[in-house]
């Protein structure tokens, strides 16, 4: 169904529709419907999901189930300061900035700037480490801040909602056309984080938790609703030495699954 959505003249066209937030708010709100919970057994089965890890609950809905808690110590924080942690469970791949023109993302190159949609907020990070975590939907879909961090207000850009599986990021500029929402971080350690989440494909909600103040490491941030979908964080030049596993995985053109809380570089 994807071959044909994103590789044939006819699925192109029933894209911009499907596309569309209200297409995705209209399937968010269904999914938060008592009903949906009809959907849970064959989900959990069809992605091998075992809810041993998770904090026991009654889901009143798909999307309660989805976002669901996972225990503490089924992703423990690594809490070494010079540690960078991973915000999220997901497939990683690290990308260097490159000036302005950056990261290729399965054969679509990006600019920081379209990223971000400010010029002089990217230029900042010129020279630094772009870190992309995929998420799919058998994937803990709540994530955390990566380092303790004095937060700047959430900036919400508009936009469409492909899908973040391969075959969509081969094909169109996923991440500069989805709807996203990104803070910056004053970080303890790193220095300036750009933490960005970005919508995808029936992801009704990109749910974060707090506004401008203090956090700390490994706190909660937020969870995304249904869908599969892709958090980035940007690292200034210097500001951490990214472990080198990843940046030569992704020179192969492959992800590295990780887990929120694990070391991904120091300082």
Not at 58 to 80: G, H, M
Not at 209 to 224: I, L, N, Y
Not at 231 to 243: E, S
Request: net charge positive.
């Amino acid at each position: 169904m994807l071959e044909f959505l994103y590789e044939t003249g006819i699925g192109r066209l029933m894209l911009r529709i499907l596309t569309r937030p209200r297409l995705s708010i209209f399937v968010g709100k269904c999914m938060d419907a008592s009903w949906s919970r009809v959907f849970i057994p064959y989900f959990l089965k069809k992605n091998g999901i075992s809810l041993k890890e998770y904090v026991p609950t009654r889901y009143e809905s798909f999307n309660a189930c989805f976002c669901r808690r996972i225990r503490s110590s089924c992703r423990p924080i690594d809490r070494t300061p010079k540690h960078l942690i991973a915000p999220c469970d997901g497939y990683l791949s690290a990308y260097p900035i490159t000036r302005d023109k950056i990261i290729p993302v399965k054969q679509s190159w990006y600019r920081i700037s379209d990223l971000l949609r400010d010029k002089k907020l990217a230029k900042e990070f010129e020279g630094g480490t772009c870190l992309v975590f995929r998420l799919c939907v058998h994937h803990y879909h709540r994530y955390c801040y990566p380092d303790a961090a004095v937060k700047e207000d959430n900036v919400f850009l508009p936009g469409i909602l492909h899908t973040v599986r391969p075959i969509a990021l081969r094909n169109v500029p996923v991440f500069t056309e989805n709807a996203r929402e990104y803070t910056i971080l004053h970080t303890e350690n790193f220095g300036d984080i750009i933490q960005m989440e970005v919508g995808a494909m029936l992801v009704g909600k990109i749910k974060n938790f707090h506004g401008a103040g203090t956090v700390k490491r490994g706190q909660e941030k937020g969870h995304f609703l249904y869908g599969g979908s892709t958090i980035i964080l940007l690292l200034k030049k210097d500001a951490v030495k990214v472990d080198a596993e990843f940046l030569e995985a992704t020179k192969r053109q492959a992800e590295v699954p990780v887990k929120m809380g694990q070391k991904l570089g120091e300082k």
